[in-house]
């Protein structure tokens, strides 16, 4: 991985690294050598909750009873977990939201569900194929352990066609997977806890988010990240747009994002404002007819915006080239 961002060799490292990978993983590995340490420091600190557990790659944050949300650490330089995810424990059921980066990442989950409930997850949730939320998913399965993993057909197909490297334990656990509708929502009953698991689309082809009324809390998958641009390579704007509109609740709500700290209304308002930046200027320049290198290279967001981590114009690029297959 490239530590500076001014050499001419590294630009050529970071834009073949970042042509071989389609994961958000390779894009935040890229973003965390990038990033000034006490930007990275301040990542996983949180008002919102309280730790439980730290560790190199996260922290483990109960959000409310029975319900806790990890999140990650991905710019430490400590692989296991990547993504941001969660618990939810009902009297009868307990929930793992995430596969994560590294069967560790996973098991380390698992452990902590058992610890604080008395059980292992007896399911899983995938919102969505990316592998730093799906490639460690084996990690929950055990010899005497066979929480039912739940996923899109969708995501599974996308995990076994294009995640990497090819691992017969990952594959062998999606393929096992009790579907969720494309469609509907699915109610799964955890025992006093009802989540509801929401077909979405725009990260990717196929999103979930996993859903509480009271106390009102979102596990946003990666339709949400907070105060770091997102990776929009396999994005679908105008979709995107909708699922995040959609997500937003009236009343006082915690979201988890896929990536970053947890936030509230506010962040996740500024968020919405970021995206919509984006959008303005994609149509603008693409009614110019400028390039998606050019309209990406020229781009910057507004200082009332707040701090987005980024780390390269590419980041901004893949986004313009996102719109533009939709406008074109
Ligand atoms: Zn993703």
Redesign the pocket.
């Known amino acids: 991985m490239t530590r500076s961002n001014d050499s001419h060799s590294n630009a050529i490292s970071r834009r073949d690294f970042l042509s071989q990978s389609g994961?958000?993983a390779a894009h935040l590995a890229l973003a965390g050598s990038l990033m000034p340490r006490a930007a990275r420091l301040a990542w996983t600190r949180s008002s919102y909750a309280t730790v439980v557990a730290r560790e190199p790659f996260g922290t483990l944050e109960k959000i409310a009873d029975g319900t806790w949300a990890l999140i990650s650490n991905p710019l430490s330089g400590d692989r296991t977990t990547i993504s941001n995810g969660g618990i939810i424990a009902g009297r009868d059921a307990v929930l793992a939201i995430e596969g994560f980066n590294q069967p560790q990442g996973a098991v380390w989950l698992a452990g902590k569900a058992k610890e604080l409930t008395g059980k292992w997850p007896t399911h899983v949730a995938l919102t969505?194929y990316?592998s730093?939320?799906a490639n460690g998913v084996a990690g929950y399965l055990t010899e005497t352990d066979h929480p039912i993993v739940r996923s899109t057909e969708r995501t599974r197909d996308l995990v076994i066609e294009r995640n990497k490297p090819d691992d017969a334990s990952r594959i062998a656990a999606v393929r096992g997977a009790t579907l969720l509708s494309p469609s509907d929502a699915t109610t799964l009953d955890l025992g006093g806890r009802m989540v509801r698991v929401v077909p979405r689309l725009g990260?990717?082809d196929s999103d979930v988010s996993l859903e509480l009324d009271d106390p009102s809390i979102v596990f946003c998958g990666?339709l949400f990240w907070n105060s770091m641009f997102p990776?929009f390579v396999d994005a679908i704007p105008t979709k995107l747009a909708a699922s995040v509109h959609a997500l937003r609740r009236t009343k006082d709500t915690l979201y988890v994002p896929?990536h970053g700290a947890l936030g509230r209304a506010a962040e996740y308002d500024r968020y919405v404002q970021m995206l919509d930046e984006v959008e303005r200027a994609a149509r603008k320049a693409h009614a110019a007819g400028t390039t998606p290198a050019d309209a990406g290279a020229a781009f910057t967001l507004p200082p009332s915006l707040g701090e987005w981590t980024l780390f390269s114009k590419a980041f901004y690029q893949r986004a313009f080239e996102a719109w533009y297959k939709e406008l074109t």
Do not use: E, K
Request: proline share 0%; charged share 20%.
């Open positions: 994961s958000c969505h990316h730093d939320h990260h990717t990666d990776n896929g």
